[in-house]
């Protein structure tokens, strides 16, 4: 299956970057009215609006395996979710939400993962006044083709029954790898668990790895 | 002195929360045409261009300790900085460029911190497809006022002399707190530094910490 995105706004250059980045093996079918026509062996561009049933079938959304809705208007994204889970039961659907109070209805729309962009900005033009590092971290760290350390989700299999000051020492001293946070099984994070939190067989780490990657273009 | 935001986007409410939260001490003064008027013992708004000296002095910019620029419309944001630099040589300016290209002519501008937003929507919106617990934990990290963990800036005096992983380990044990990364002299950030790396007197730390804050309103 491929991956459909919906929409052209100015975070679609990025995740276009980043989901090639990371899963690779995927197609990326751009669906939108006004982006760059972007033709190579791994990006089609299909002209279309999002809103519309038959234009999200030129861009077989309901042979997708995941879709992506980043419209620039709430409303619009509901739309474009509503349609696509119609048309694709099984696809995973992940949509941006600008407004807070738009999380919801866009979940219940049918999308399985919201992303609230409008909070971030406000949160990091707050933080450069007063710790200007955390920002720049927190940049780097949420882009994997950027910068020079990346969060990663990773299964705990190798840690299951330590603690988590084992596995954090462990970890830094065997692979120079930072634990961060453990997930729960239900999705629940557990940022910088106590010392003695002792890691479960199903849970999954959140782990900051040193970033290898070239920059790609 | 003051802060003075200059415009209003969809991030100044989240901006203000932030500021609000962790320097209650300075009086904030919103300037721009179209925000809602907000005016509380730490809050004035008023109305004027950002973009015009008449409208800047206005909201005692000349005078500001810190001035933050998020117009929504980078070649706003320039006019806005020049003019500020100008008014006020001495205050520390943040602004948000939303275009990766303007970020350098912003700083040229005058601004000493430049934010870009732009990248980091499209980053999370991928992760949220291929490891979703990433951008929830970023979004948590990013903001002091929602969710449980926070990223937090300090100097690294009481741990100079020591080794990352004995750090680590010490802050883990006797604080339960997670050292993220080392901030060098010149603002360089080494995240995750190798287990042997010997923090240095002048070193600063980010450090993720819980937090144990009331959600403000
Ligand atoms: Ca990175
Ligand atoms: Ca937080």
Redesign the interface.
């Given at each position: 299956g491929h991956?459909v995105i919906m929409g052209w706004?100015?975070?679609?250059?990025?995740?276009?970057?980043?989901?090639r980045a990371?899963?690779s093996d995927k197609h990326i079918v751009l669906l939108n009215t006004d982006g760059p026509v972007i033709r190579t062996a791994s990006i089609t561009t299909v002209r279309g609006d999002p809103t519309r049933t038959k234009d999200q079938l030129k861009a077989s959304t309901d042979k997708a395996w995941?879709i992506?809705v980043?419209t620039g208007d709430d409303s619009k994204t509901i739309l474009a979710v509503l349609h696509a889970r119609r048309l694709n039961p099984q696809a995973?659907i992940?949509a941006?939400a600008?407004?807070e109070e738009n999380i919801d209805p866009i979940r219940q729309a049918g999308a399985d993962?919201v992303?609230?962009?409008?909070?971030?900005?406000?949160?990091?033009?707050?933080?450069?006044?007063?710790?200007?590092?955390?920002?720049?971290?927190?940049?780097?760290?949420?882009?994997?083709v950027?910068g020079?350390?990346d969060?990663?989700?990773e299964p705990a299999t190798s840690y299951a029954g330590k603690t988590?000051?084992e596995a954090?020492?462990e970890a830094?001293?065997t692979e120079?790898?930072?634990l961060?946070?453990v997930?729960k099984h239900d999705?629940m994070?557990i940022?910088?668990p106590?010392?003695d939190y002792r890691i479960e067989d199903g849970d999954?780490l959140?782990v900051?790895?040193?970033s290898h990657r070239e920059k790609s273009s």
């Open positions: 991956i706004t100015r975070h679609t250059e990025r995740l276009v970057e980043e989901l990371n899963l995941a992506v980043s995973l992940v941006e600008l407004e993962r992303v609230y962009t409008g909070g971030l900005g406000g949160d990091l033009l707050a933080s450069a006044v007063f710790e200007p590092s955390v920002p720049r971290l927190i940049a780097d760290l949420a882009s994997s950027e020079i350390a969060l990663v989700e988590f000051l954090l020492v830094k001293k120079d790898k930072l961060v946070a997930v999705g994070i940022a910088s106590p010392p999954k959140i900051l790895v040193k």
